[in-house]
């Protein structure tokens, strides 16, 4: 599983015109699930996420929690965070999980963080999302549950 995590003052994810799910400070959270993925996979992704410490600090130091500043999470499916564009000019996706995998495991992830008391919004898997943000810093941290990255 892959997340892309932005640290924002603000997100919002647009489906026809129609603002669907926002966030104020906290994170953007793009999620790709791979082929391969399992429970373990996704129990990384919930404990590591939340834990995650980009927040600034009384002494300006990234020392905090998303938990730790009361943030929200704004959560987006992605499946071409498995593009591979290595091979050629046109990136292959054939290890991103098909749908009927994928978003199950996309909404466990939710779910997980939701149960932890963080307050989640999502976009809507699958639909064409207009996705906008203010990236504070920025701060942006890419995370693998295969630790590839």
Same mark, same amino acid.
């Given at each position: ?10 997100? +919002? !994810? ?15 959270? %793009? ?20 834990? %995650? ?11 905090? +929690? ?10 987006? +499916?992605?499946? @071409? ?10 990136? +292959?996706?054939? @290890? ?13 992830? !939710? ?8 307050? !989640? ?11 906008? %943000?203010?990236?504070?810093?920025? !701060? @942006?941290?890419?995370?693998?549950? @295969?630790?590839?990255?």
């Amino acid at each position: 599983m892959r997340c892309v995590i932005q640290r924002v003052t603000e997100a +919002s !994810v647009t489906i026809d015109g129609e603002v669907v799910g926002r966030c104020g400070r906290g994170f953007l959270v %793009l999620i790709g699930v791979h082929v391969d993925d399992t429970a373990a996979d996704l129990k990384y992704m919930a404990e590591k996420v939340p834990n %995650l410490r980009v927040f600034e600090d009384a002494a300006g130091k990234m020392n905090l +929690s998303i938990r730790d500043v009361g943030g929200e999470i704004l959560a987006v +499916s992605q499946f @071409t965070l498995y593009g591979d564009a290595r091979g050629g000019r046109r990136p +292959s996706f054939i @290890t991103a999980a098909r749908p009927d995998k994928a978003d199950p495991m996309y909404e466990e992830l !939710v779910a997980a963080w939701r149960a932890q008391g963080i307050h !989640v919004e999502t976009g809507r898997f699958g639909a064409d999302m207009k996705v906008a %943000l203010v990236n504070d810093g920025p !701060v @942006t941290i890419l995370m693998d549950s @295969t630790k590839a990255f």
